[in-house]
């Protein structure tokens, strides 16, 4: 029995995860750097251009795409940045999940240009950003979720919503099968 209990702690719950985000005692900022060149920021910054260019930033990743109040695309940016526009709702019901790879690809792919520093945006800076932002860590970097949400706690005030952060569990569930399938090989 306790080794069955044992083995179901080792799975996590959006409470728990919500707990976990919880924990943050941080204020939000309109920007913040959460990981070595890669930027969570909020939509007002994100148009900001002379701003980003001080920070250096050269990508922008846009999760809100097309949303209202969201400018944003290549022609906006010009040749200062290179963008990519993501159409995602902050809802139940969004499915940003088949945006996590998309979205993980061009952070690496910025961070791997020579001065690459990324800003990834939406709205608020807190949901949709965030949550692609995390399955970069975990795609690229292979960090388990929780010690993904427990970097980026330490440096942003950020809260995923909960069909985000369910999306996200199954994503560290697929990670961790794959893991465990390439050892037996």
Not at 3 to 27: N, T, W
Not at 98 to 127: N, R
Not at 148 to 176: C, M
Request: charged residues 20%; aromatic residues 8%; hydrophobic residues 40%.
């Amino acid at each position: 029995m306790s080794a069955l209990r044992s083995k179901r702690k080792e799975y996590l719950s959006v409470k728990d995860l919500q707990k976990l985000l919880d924990s943050c005692k941080l204020h939000l900022n309109q920007i913040d750097e959460v990981w070595p060149n890669i930027y969570i920021g909020n939509v007002a910054v994100a148009q900001n251009k002379a701003a980003l260019l001080k920070l250096g930033i050269t990508h922008v990743l846009n999760a809100a795409h097309s949303k209202r109040g969201s400018i944003g695309n290549q022609s906006f940016y010009g040749s200062d940045f290179v963008y990519c526009g993501i159409p995602a709702d902050d809802s139940t019901h969004f499915d940003l999940d088949v945006y996590f790879q998309p979205a993980a690809d061009f952070i690496h792919k910025a961070l791997k240009s020579p001065d690459g520093k990324v800003l990834v945006h939406c709205i608020m800076g807190m949901s949709r950003s965030s949550t692609l932002v995390l399955a970069y860590l975990m795609i690229y970097h292979h960090l388990p979720l929780k010690q993904a949400l427990q970097k980026l706690i330490q440096k942003r005030a950020i809260y995923p919503n909960r069909n985000f952060l369910a999306l996200l569990l199954d994503l560290d569930l697929q990670l961790t099968k794959k893991k465990k399938t390439c050892r037996i090989l």
